[in-house]
């Protein structure tokens, strides 16, 4: 015989709340089988039937009465809890109660007697969700099986005592089972069954009155008639497992579905929560008593489902932006107005008091993550703005930007705009690790600029490039701009990156003083050759080929740009100095006259055009020019007033030096004495300062005289 077979034999005449009737060890197995984990588990299980089918209801409010019945009696009278609402709330539809007092009224009006049901006849009304009229009859079956034992009526017959203990017991866990299936599906119903939830609280009331808590727990092996079935709890943790369920059912894309996956998925899951709670807010919290913090239950629930989720989501392998993603979400929306603190869940939705969304060692985990993946991210820009500048710019020999006559590079703007945007996205989650982010970010920095100082030296050095020089001034400005940058704007110490910064600075200047020397030097040694005395050069050659690169020094920030102005100026008066005071053979009146004119020439066009570029050396300017009028000028008396001339204007000339250009205008060995021993005496009182220091420089010659 199956269970229904044989639970549908029994009938309202039967012996009520017993099982006496059906024979032996086959309704031993019945009841067994319906007290198991199983059978409680499955949808289609006997005392599950029917779950599913809902009332439709209108709205009513409640409020429980905690007085208890008489027990042992059948009935209960005087102040009973009543487990149906008054037909004149059925025909008025009045509006919903806020107080216990007056459901309990309510109820009082119309009682609900236990009535002696069979087993079957009370599954049916738990199947209907009579659970008010199912717990009625259930009490009845209780309290007349703890009359009958007390009694000792089942002294002979101790198994016929044990089955109907097991009836009561299994179907008070139908109603458990029931309870959790209302609780579990309140949110998964567009409209929440307000009469189905204000008789579960109604229902719960009577069973806490009816089985009041003595701290006396059931012991095993021992019937549990009369121990309190604790719904409440039961209620809670139903509330619990909807949570879970909610959240785990919010949709969440593959990766390889979609690239923006986390953030669409916390997205829904803010959306849908957020509409969850808003239903317990307006039509949840007022099917229950206020005792039930119905609210604050619900909401906790969700924070702890959500932080179980959350946890889950942690120990996956999440890329820089999910990291971000979550950081964010967990650090600035969850209790922001945009989920728990919107102002249309206030005041009811709390969040003073809930506990971390994570936990410190899964919160500490994912900041660490992000920081190193951040690391990665960072030289991955850092590399990216390397990359082109090389192939937008350097190979493209594309000429930088002039903003305000400065040679402009967007490197300084690239660098701080992406430690600029890491450091405020990671300062938003905290404060912590905006520092860390931002101090990656420097350490990152001072492995990128040598590196890119590398691949501008490979490439400058590889090749004679006309944008060398324009991209020299403008990558000085740009690391000028980046200290700058990064004291005023992020307030770091950038002592080591201004030793990088200084360190690269002299490799790049060493390498444009050297590509000028390669230019100017083939023209600097035809100073006085013989194709240079006839004129086959241009006299603005020299001049052209230093102006290649100092004429885009205009173009570079000072003092940067003006000190290297100043050396190629004294470089250039130099080495042209050092050419003409070289030992030659002697030149006549005609050939001096001519030298004379062609260094005056070149000198003028040398110094103009460097004055014009923004040299400010004009102590330079008369050097060349001395040399060309003692070699030009044919009195002896005015060679002498030369001399002077050219000793009092830059006092570190030695005898050598004046020797050398006596010797190159001819004069022999006794002239050239005596107009040292006239003309020299000013090299006595120099006046000159440490930086006009020209002829210290230039290597005297030997003059050999031959007779």
């Known amino acids: 015989m199956n269970r229904n077979t044989e639970l549908a034999t029994r009938s309202v005449t039967e012996e009520p709340a017993s099982l006496t009737n059906s024979a032996g060890n086959e309704k031993m197995e019945v009841a067994s089988e319906l007290g198991s984990p199983t059978l409680r588990s499955m949808d289609s299980g006997f005392f599950e039937r029917g779950i599913k089918t809902m009332l439709s209801i209108r709205k009513s409010k409640r409020s429980p009465n905690k007085e208890k019945g008489k027990e042992g009696t059948g009935t209960w009278k005087g102040k009973r809890l009543s487990l149906r609402f008054s037909k004149s709330y059925e025909e008025n539809n009045p509006p919903i109660c806020n107080g216990v007092e007056e459901i309990s009224e309510k109820l009082e009006a119309e009682p609900i007697e236990g009535k002696p049901l069979s087993v079957m006849e009370i599954n049916e009304l738990i199947q209907k969700r009579q659970l008010l009229e199912a717990f009625a009859s259930i009490k009845y079956l209780e309290d007349e099986t703890i009359a009958e034992r007390d009694a000792e009526k089942y002294k002979d017959n101790p198994q016929e005592f044990v089955r109907k203990s097991k009836d009561v017991d299994l179907l008070y866990n139908s109603i458990t089972n029931a309870i959790q299936s209302i609780v579990v599906g309140t949110l998964e119903h567009p409209a929440v069954e307000d009469t189905m939830l204000t008789s579960l609280a109604t229902l719960i009331a009577r069973e806490e009155a009816a089985h009041p808590n003595t701290g006396n727990a059931a012991c095993p092996g021992l019937d549990l008639l009369g121990t309190p079935r604790k719904w409440r709890e039961e209620w809670r943790e139903a509330i619990k497992e909807s949570a879970r369920k909610r959240v785990q059912r919010v949709p969440m894309a593959s990766k390889e579905e979609e690239n923006s996956w986390l953030d669409l998925h916390l997205s829904f899951l803010q959306k849908h929560l957020s509409e969850d709670l808003l239903k317990i807010k307006l039509s949840v919290k007022k099917c229950y008593p206020e005792e039930y913090k119905v609210c604050d239950i619900y909401v906790e629930a969700f924070h702890n489902a959500i932080a179980s989720h959350l946890q889950d989501l942690t120990h996956r392998p999440l890329e820089f932006n999910e990291l971000y993603t979550l950081l964010d979400w967990v650090a600035n929306t969850y209790r922001s107005e945009l989920f728990l603190g919107h102002p249309d869940l206030k005041p009811e939705v709390k969040t003073e008091n809930l506990s971390l969304l994570l936990t410190p060692d899964d919160w500490d985990k994912l900041k660490n993550d992000y920081i190193t993946s951040a690391k990665g991210k960072i030289k991955s820009y850092f590399g990216n703005i390397l990359r082109l500048e090389v192939t937008e710019k350097w190979e493209k020999e594309v000429h930088p930007e002039v903003k305000e006559n400065l040679y402009h590079s967007s490197l300084s703007f690239d660098i701080q705009t992406i430690i600029g945007e890491h450091m405020k996205i990671s300062g938003t989650i905290s404060r912590s690790l905006g ?15 040598p590196r890119f100082g590398e691949e501008f030296v490979a490439w400058s050095t590889a090749q004679d490039n006309p944008v060398f020089a324009p991209y020299f001034a403008a990558y000085i400005n740009s690391f000028h701009d980046l200290v700058s940058g990064l004291e005023t704007v992020f307030k770091v110490n950038t002592e080591e990156l201004q030793k990088i910064l200084s360190a690269l600075t002299r490799n790049f200047t060493n390498i444009f003083l050297n590509k000028l020397r390669t230019k100017a030097q083939p023209l600097l040694k035809k100073i006085l050759t013989k194709d240079w005395i006839l004129a086959t050069e241009r006299p603005d050659s020299l001049a052209s080929a230093i102006s290649q690169f100092s004429k885009h020094l205009q173009h570079m920030k000072d003092p940067m740009g003006q000190e290297l102005l100043r050396d190629i100026h004294k470089y250039v008066v130099r080495e042209y100095i050092v050419q003409v005071i070289k030992p030659r053979r002697k030149m006549n009146s005609e050939t001096r006259q001519q030298v004379s004119e062609k260094m005056n020439q070149e000198a003028g066009i040398l110094n103009n055009m460097l004055i014009d570029q923004g040299s400010d050396s004009d102590w330079l300017l008369p050097a060349i020019h001395h040399i060309a009028n003692i070699i030009g000028e044919k009195k002896k008396d005015k ?45 006595e009182s120099p006046d000159g300062g440490e930086d006009s220091t020209l002829f210290a420089e230039i290597d005297a010659p030997v003059i050999i005289s031959c007779f």
Do not use: M, N, S, W
């Open 435 to 449: 520092a860390q982010t931002l101090e990656l970010c420097l350490a990152e920095l001072h492995e990128f600029i």
């Open 639 to 683: 060679i002498k007033e030369y001399v002077k001339e050219l000793c009092q204007d830059y006092p570190d000339i030695r005898k050598e030096h004046v020797l050398a250009v006596l010797a190159l205008r001819g004069l022999g060995r006794a002239r050239r004495a005596a107009i040292i021993r006239q003309g020299y005496h000013a090299l």
